[in-house]
């Protein structure tokens, strides 16, 4: 499996030729997910450990909520149907398209 960091590399230079519009947002938040990801020791920072688990952990551990967390969450969703498309992640995984909202 990959790992986030170089996925996200490859998926942010699609984006700025495909759809730069939301380059700039999703590059801001996607990069900090993906630090902190990384600074997870019990993590392996690869593209396995996106769940909606681990995406609540994060906001809470960051103070995301609201309008940010849909946009981290939409964000997700658009990176993570991108590395299903270019097959980083399996299409039956139940993080490839689908993230909830925390309750």
Partial sequence: MARFDVALDDYLH???????WV???EEQLLTGFGEWLV???DLDAGLASITPLLVRRYAADEGIDGPTYTELEIALQNFCGWATYAGLIPANSPHAYHIESPA
């Fill in 14 to 20: 699609q984006i700025v030729r495909t759809r730069p």
């Fill in 39 to 41: 600074a997870q020791p």
């Fill in 23 to 25: 380059k700039k947002r």
